[in-house]
């Protein structure tokens, strides 16, 4: 029986030895990827893809790419988050698509307030935000929003590095919905970091703009795949009420 939210939650462990006798359904972990798909993302522009390894060679792969870690090792099949953050034209023109056929294809004229405000948002907002050239741009932005700041509050991480952690934000809470998924489903996993993501972008034929947010680990827990016990801060050190 799947878990609830909080059961699944409680039952993910970062596992680095799999399973070797258990397979994974392939169906259940992309229905996994469905779920990371539906995670909150910066403006909607849902700058990720998912690359969804279960080919034994490209796995195989993966493994030297991941530094020959038992989590890459002993998975059954691989999730790969990309984040896109070079796409973002692509996304803003798909949003507004959209949204005007939500609005019900009308012309411009008879648009409410409200449904202008939300056009211009990606129309005009997200390119001045996201267009940059060589990072110059983001940094005169970043001065003038800056000044803005002196008056008002005002929205100040525009350079091209601020722009890359927002859409590696977004690529983490997706990798996180699909890691509660699959502990839902009593599917184990495992992020991993460590990795030569230069390697990877090889393997998966990746542009230069696509930068790799994370590679998961998927199986069904050894015994002592788990290295230890969960350790976490006192939550007083950490919970904070006003």
Not at 2 to 20: D, G, L, M
Request: aromatic fraction near 12%; include cysteine.
């Amino acid at each position: 029986m799947e878990k609830t939210v909080s059961e699944a939650i409680s039952y993910r462990r970062s596992v680095r030895i799999f399973n070797p006798e258990i397979e994974l359904d392939t169906n259940i972990v992309k229905e996994c990827i469905k779920n990371a798909s539906l995670a909150p993302t910066s403006s909607n522009l849902q700058l990720w893809e998912f690359y969804h390894l279960t080919d034994s060679s490209i796995l195989k792969k993966m493994t030297k790419a991941c530094l020959g870690q038992n989590a890459a090792k002993t998975a059954k099949q691989l999730l790969i988050v990309v984040v896109r953050k070079d796409l973002w034209r692509k996304r803003a023109a798909a949003n507004i698509s959209f949204l005007k056929k939500s609005f019900g294809n009308k012309s411009a004229s008879d648009y409410s307030k409200r449904e202008k405000f939300a056009l211009n948002y990606y129309e005009k907002l997200i390119p001045t935000v996201y267009f940059d050239f060589l990072g110059i741009l983001g940094w005169i932005k970043f001065l003038i929003f800056q000044v803005f700041g002196l008056f008002k509050p005002t929205y100040r991480q525009v350079r091209t590095s601020d722009m890359r952690i927002v859409a590696h934000k977004s690529a983490g809470l997706a990798a996180q919905n699909f890691m509660i998924s699959m502990a839902a489903q009593g599917y184990d996993t495992c992020p991993m970091e460590g990795s030569d993501t230069l390697k990877i972008k090889k393997i998966l034929g990746l542009p230069f703009g696509a930068e790799i947010n994370m590679v998961i680990g998927c199986g069904v827990r050894d015994d002592g795949g788990i290295y230890g016990e969960r350790f976490r801060i006192p939550f007083e050190e950490v919970y904070h009420q006003l």
